[in-house]
């Protein structure tokens, strides 16, 4: 099933399969945070994100959302279609963290009365710029009516995991979204864990992502397996 090796990422490795349509992402147990410069390993952390985007993926196109994930093909490897990744991270904001409070006079912990939502040029060589849509249009990455329809899938993507995470006992500050186009059409592609959001826990407010690796907060193994406790108690049986 799985053939040559497309792309390897900072946490995940791209492979072909047979079947041009559908490749196969694999999560893998590598760290790594501030543009690559701080690295390490974690135990089953390829698997609990994989796992955890899986149910997620499931659970967004049940409220009809499309995304690329077809199917698990083992633990922590995911058959997905083959899209054209755009080069942006589109970024919701509810609760303020990160880097739009070093950037800007905004205290972390702020809650937004609605939804911020940022863009950013995808590219490790220019340092993910924030971009907007007439510069995307400029650099040809996207058209106006694909930026319109990834704010509106973005906003919607935020207002699903919002509520599916407060069941679950988890702030959501804000996590990145990437898209794809497959068939004319726009998706959610990449992967949706605990590697790109930030995931309070409501009532400690103890980080439960990888902020935890990025500011040396604790066992991450630990907090990741918790956060796929609460989100796949189905693995655990
Ligand atoms: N994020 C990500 N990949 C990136 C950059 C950010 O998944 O390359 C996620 C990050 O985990 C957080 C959100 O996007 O949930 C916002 O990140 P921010 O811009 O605050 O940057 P950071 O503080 O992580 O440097």
Redesign the pocket.
């Known amino acids: 099933m799985k053939k040559e090796q497309l792309y390897s990422g900072k946490a995940k490795t791209i492979y072909k399969t047979e079947d041009p349509e559908k490749l196969i992402s694999e999560f893998r147990d590598s760290l790594t945070a501030f543009d690559g410069k701080k690295k390490s390993e974690a135990k089953n952390k390829g698997y609990f994100n994989a796992q955890i985007s899986k149910k997620i993926f499931e659970m967004l196109e049940d409220e009809g959302i499309p995304t690329h994930y077809i199917s698990m093909v083992s633990d922590n490897e995911m058959l997905v279609r083959a899209v054209e990744i755009i080069l942006i991270?589109v970024?919701p904001r509810n609760i303020a963290?990160?880097?739009?409070t070093r950037k800007y006079p905004i205290k972390e912990g702020t809650v937004f009365k609605t939804p911020v939502l940022?863009m950013d040029y995808k590219s490790d060589e220019h340092g993910?710029p924030m971009i907007n849509e007439d510069i995307a249009v400029a650099m040809g990455i996207a058209t106006y009516e694909e930026i319109a329809q990834i704010r509106t899938m973005a906003l919607k993507v935020n207002d699903i995991l919002v509520k599916y995470l407060d069941k679950k006992g988890f702030l959501l500050p804000?996590?990145?979204l990437e898209f794809g186009r497959v068939d004319g059409k726009i998706v959610v592609a990449d992967e949706i864990s605990c590697?790109?959001?930030?995931l309070w826990d409501k009532s400690t407010g103890q980080s439960m992502?990888?902020d935890i690796f990025?500011f040396d907060k604790g066992d991450l193994s630990k907090a990741y397996e918790e956060v796929a406790r609460r989100i796949v108690p189905e693995i655990f049986e």
């Open positions: 991270e970024i963290a990160g880097s739009i940022v993910d804000d996590f990145k590697d790109t959001c930030r992502d990888k990025r």
